[in-house]
């Protein structure tokens, strides 16, 4: 039963990776593909107009070329920050994750509070990878689907354990239902939860139509620096 158990494991991690590799590929695909595209078109424009020696055109379609360049260099961090960040080794969850949150109300209209009481605890990466993944996704969510103005964070260390949460103003939706449709083995709310269950984690989601959602995840992993 147990070696069933630790195939059946290894089949979730595994997909798990393969689904994060192929959305990466797909996202790098899609962005440098187009840049490179538009990029080109530009050059091939600008170099006629100069040979035409309309400077002014020229000048304008450097510009534009100049912008292409600016908005893609941003969508490439922006698929950076989705990575696993070098700076969570070095500076731990807490200061990644101000970065991040700066990152979405820059990108975004929302108003983020973040609340952590951390201090000379670091988790420990799976667990702090688990959580960045999750806040991840419930971003994504957030900004697709919820409509919402506000999000609260807590990261805090509550007797031994890690309890954070995540809670938004949107609209919601029913999470109840959610969980009993078909294709389980899709990612997103899914992958959330089957993350945290890889780590022996707790997992609660909440959310009602017009009530907003909150999601709680609880580690008793731990570590001192």
């Known amino acids: 039963m147990e070696d069933a158990e630790a195939r059946e494991l290894s089949k979730k991690i595994l997909a798990m990776q393969e689904e994060e590799r192929h959305r990466i590929s797909r ?9 490179s595209v538009s990029l080109g078109s530009a050059l091939n424009i600008i170099e006629k107009e100069i040979g035409k020696r309309n400077f002014d055109t020229t000048l304008r379609l450097i510009k534009n070329a100049k912008k292409i360049l600016t ?8 698929l950076f920050i989705d990575l696993r960040p070098a700076e969570l080794d070095m500076l731990g969850l807490p200061s990644v994750l101000r970065e991040l949150f700066s990152h979405y109300t820059k990108s975004y209209p ?28 419930a971003f994504n969510n957030i900004i697709k689907h919820a409509k919402a103005k506000n999000v609260k964070i807590g990261l805090l260390l509550k007797k031994g354990e890690i309890n954070f949460t995540i809670e938004d103003d949107g609209i ?30 707790k997992f609660l989601l909440q959310s009602k139509s017009k009530n907003g959602t909150k999601i709680s995840v609880i580690f008793p992993v731990t570590e001192e620096i």
């Open 71 to 78: 908005d893609t260099t941003n969508k490439i961090r922006t």
């Open 172 to 201: 919601g939706f029913d999470a109840d239902a959610f969980f009993k449709e078909a294709n389980v083995g899709k990612f997103g709310l899914r992958g959330m939860r089957e993350r945290v269950d890889l780590l022996n984690g």
């Open 27 to 35: 996202d790098l695909h899609d962005e440098i593909g187009q840049f």
């Open 110 to 137: 929302l108003n983020i509070k973040f609340r952590e009481n951390i201090g000379s605890i670091r988790i420990k990466d799976d667990a702090a990878i688990t959580l960045y993944r999750v806040i991840q996704e």
